[in-house]
């Protein structure tokens, strides 16, 4: 790791020499799990749900440069780099390149870096991916229907493999024994939770309704979102809120419908079409009624 003034100056500069190239961007978010000096093996296994997400955005085309033949997204390009950005601060620090931090974020991923665990790892990608969303409403915004509802999609699933973690009583109520286990970020089965592949098309940008996309979800997919993540949706989105440290987030949710760049009035969509199979999963799995959430919830 060459010298710079500051961890912060030194992290711009490793952003903005990849910011047109999805793939060294792919590589440069690979690099942070290595560490300053090439040697985190105990950051290693925290790679894998980091980068089976980038390899979905590459597929999709959202993080191609403007100038591209088809251009990506202006959106997923500044929540990619919002979450570059931090990482890379916080290699530079653990590689001692002075402060001060330039936000609050980058602290979540030097704790990270410092012992890293499954709660600590979500903790700094969540509060990176908020922070990113909340900065680029405007952007979200501009982008068309079917893709601002999948944002919120691509949140709450995120917030929700959090909760599994780090308040299993709230993600998963009488079955919170298995939540750990489901939700940890090394292991292949945090991509259920996280992997939006088996829904969107892998390209950008989508051209259909949601409709059309939501009829073409597979069974567990759908089971996941409207039986056990959308009847815990607005407490879920209250403890994400305090564990991240970023209460803009509740703007993000009303009385348990999402509204980030989406409007209230069209909060339908996130109620569940007639199934008797999320009937079923919501009376076996029942929202916690509780308002407390502690390391144990």
């Given at each position: 790791?060459?010298?710079?003034?500051?961890?912060?100056?030194?992290?711009?500069?490793?952003?903005?020499?990849?910011?047109?190239?999805?793939?060294?961007?792919?590589?440069?978010?690979?690099?942070?799990?290595?560490?300053?000096?090439?040697?985190?093996?105990?950051?290693?296994?925290?790679?894998?749900?980091?980068?089976?997400?980038?390899?979905?955005?590459?597929?999709?085309?959202?993080?191609?440069?403007?100038?591209?033949?088809?251009?990506?997204?202006?959106w997923w390009r500044a929540v990619n780099e919002r979450l570059l950005r931090d990482g890379c601060e916080a290699v530079a620090l653990s590689g001692h390149l002075p402060g001060p931090v330039s936000a609050y974020t980058v602290d979540y991923w030097t704790s990270f870096a410092g012992r890293p665990t499954a709660r600590r790892?979500?903790?700094?990608?969540?509060?990176?991916?908020?922070a990113a969303y909340l900065e680029h409403r405007e952007l979200a915004e501009a982008e068309n229907v079917a893709e601002r509802f999948f944002m919120n999609v691509v949140l709450c699933r995120v917030l929700y493999a959090h909760a599994l973690v780090a308040a299993?009583?709230?993600?998963?109520?009488?079955?919170?024994?298995?939540?750990?286990?489901?939700?940890?970020?090394?292991?292949?089965?945090?991509?259920?939770?996280?992997?939006?592949s088996r829904v969107l098309p892998d390209a950008y940008?989508?051209?259909?309704?949601?409709?059309?996309?939501?009829?073409?979800?597979?069974?567990?997919?759908?089971?996941?979102?409207y039986g056990v993540i959308l009847p815990?949706?607005?407490?879920l989105y209250e403890w994400s809120a305090q564990?991240?440290?970023?209460?803009?987030?509740?703007?993000?949710?009303?009385?348990?419908s999402m509204t980030y760049a989406w409007p209230f009035e069209d909060r339908d969509v996130w109620?569940?079409?007639?199934?008797?199979?999320?009937?079923t999963v919501r009376r076996m799995l029942p929202a916690q009624r509780t308002r407390r959430f502690t390391d144990n919830t």
């Open positions: 790791m060459k010298s710079a003034n500051t961890a912060a100056a030194w992290a711009a500069a490793q952003v903005a020499a990849v910011r047109d190239d999805p793939r060294a961007r792919f590589a440069l978010i690979e690099r942070t799990y290595h560490g300053p000096f090439g040697h985190a093996s105990r950051h290693l296994p925290y790679r894998r749900a980091a980068m089976s997400f980038m390899r979905w955005q590459l597929r999709r085309g959202v993080l191609e440069p403007s100038h591209s033949i088809r251009p990506g997204s202006p790892w979500y903790r700094a990608h969540n509060a990176s991916v908020v299993p009583r709230l993600a998963l109520g009488w079955l919170r024994p298995l939540a750990p286990l489901l939700g940890d970020p090394r292991l292949g089965m945090t991509g259920i939770f996280l992997s939006l940008p989508l051209t259909g309704d949601v409709g059309a996309y939501l009829d073409h979800e597979l069974g567990f997919g759908r089971v996941l979102d815990r949706l607005q407490r564990e991240v440290g970023a209460p803009g987030l509740l703007g993000c949710i009303r009385d348990g109620h569940p079409r007639r199934s008797l199979t999320v009937r």
